[in-house]
């Protein structure tokens, strides 16, 4: 098969990451979001500019620009169509993890900045219901701790899984205490004022695990049969 290169590709006017960023999968099934990274010269992607790859068009999209209260990037370092945001944008990082939330949004944790130290915070990136708009901001709000929570754990190049029940386990990683790696699960709760809780325990709320040895109610057994026989 041959390569070709995605519609609308500015190379020649940005930097884009090569390594250490996340590619999250959107709600729509199309849109893939690339958040923070370094670049081949070893620089720190902003977090205030995401690329947006559609997988349907095969094209590429800036979705954010850096907030008026932050310095401008050096020149050449953002794409072309680049949006407004609101909120507060995140320091830039790599090795950090993005999940893909029900709610639409994506939630940003950990990863290390331009001192090489993992950091704790949780940043919440919210796309608008319309991602084909031209003109609506992607907006930036920070989580907070709850006030049962554990301390939030710093981490890098560590992993965020999504269960059922809405935890997020947070697994592994680059302890921020000595650099070594962490053997550490920790379980995220997101509230939807985005108010953060940590545990180190997992208490799964209403779960529902399916178990082969259990058969189904015949309501569910005639629509898993149809299902299977199409």
């Known amino acids: 098969l041959p390569w070709n290169?995605?519609?609308?590709?500015?190379?020649?006017?940005?930097?884009?990451?090569?390594?250490?960023?996340?590619?999250?999968?959107?709600?729509?099934?199309?849109?893939?979001?690339?958040?923070?990274?370094?670049?081949?010269?070893?620089?720190?992607?902003?977090?205030?500019?995401?690329?947006?790859?559609?997988?349907?068009?095969?094209?590429?999209?800036?979705?954010?620009?850096?907030?008026?209260?932050?310095?401008?990037?050096?020149?050449?370092s953002q794409f072309c169509h680049s949006q407004n945001t609101t909120g507060p944008i995140p320091h830039p990082r790599m090795g950090h993890v993005a999940v893909a939330l029900p709610s639409g949004a994506i939630l940003v944790h950990g990863g290390v900045g331009a001192d090489g130290t993992p950091v704790d915070t949780v940043n919440i990136l919210t796309p608008p219901t319309d991602l084909a708009a031209a003109n609506k901001p992607w907006t930036w709000s920070t989580a907070y701790l709850g006030t049962h929570s554990l301390a939030a754990p710093a981490r890098a190049w560590h992993t965020a899984t999504l269960t059922p029940d809405g935890t997020i386990v947070v697994a592994f990683g680059i302890d921020d205490k000595d650099g070594s790696p962490s053997a550490n699960l920790f379980f995220l709760h997101l509230d939807a004022q985005h108010h953060c809780t940590w545990n180190n325990t997992f208490t799964p709320e209403a779960v529902k695990v399916y178990n082969p040895r259990v058969s189904p109610p015949r309501s569910e057994e005639r629509r898993v049969g149809k299902e299977c026989s199409q």
């Open 5 to 76: 290169d995605p519609a609308n590709w500015p190379g020649k006017t940005y930097d884009p990451p090569v390594s250490d960023y996340t590619a999250t999968l959107l709600a729509d099934k199309a849109s893939i979001v690339i958040i923070g990274g370094q670049t081949a010269a070893g620089d720190l992607v902003g977090m205030g500019s995401v690329q947006v790859f559609n997988t349907s068009l095969r094209s590429w999209l800036s979705k954010v620009r850096p907030h008026a209260s932050r310095p401008a990037a050096r020149p050449g």
